[in-house]
């Protein structure tokens, strides 16, 4: 999938910054999470009034952080198989 590859590239883009593999996955995770927001944050703009207010609620409480370590988990190991 899509998110997948994004998953796989920020791993790849950590492992310059970092030689310990587990410190690359944590910094991936935490950048994954915060693209993941943003993202979301930025394409709800066109959504207004108490939809919004509605989908800002319900977006507060997903937990980016969980959502993204899976995700980074998920391409972790399939880059581990690859090597």
């Known amino acids: ?22 410190d690359a996955v944590e910094e991936a995770t935490q950048v994954l999470a915060s693209a993941m927001q943003e993202n979301h944050e930025e394409n709800c703009t066109e959504v207004t009034g108490v939809f919004a207010d509605l989908l800002q609620s319900a977006l507060s409480e997903v ?10 988990s998920a391409a972790a190991e399939e880059m581990e198989i690859s090597k």
Do not use: P, T
Request: charged fraction near 30%; glycine fraction near 0%.
């Open 1 to 22: 999938s899509h998110l997948r590859q994004v998953a796989a590239d920020e791993i790849e883009k950590a492992m310059v910054n970092s030689a310990d593999w587990m």
């Open 63 to 72: 937990n980016w952080d969980e959502i993204a370590e899976r995700m980074i």
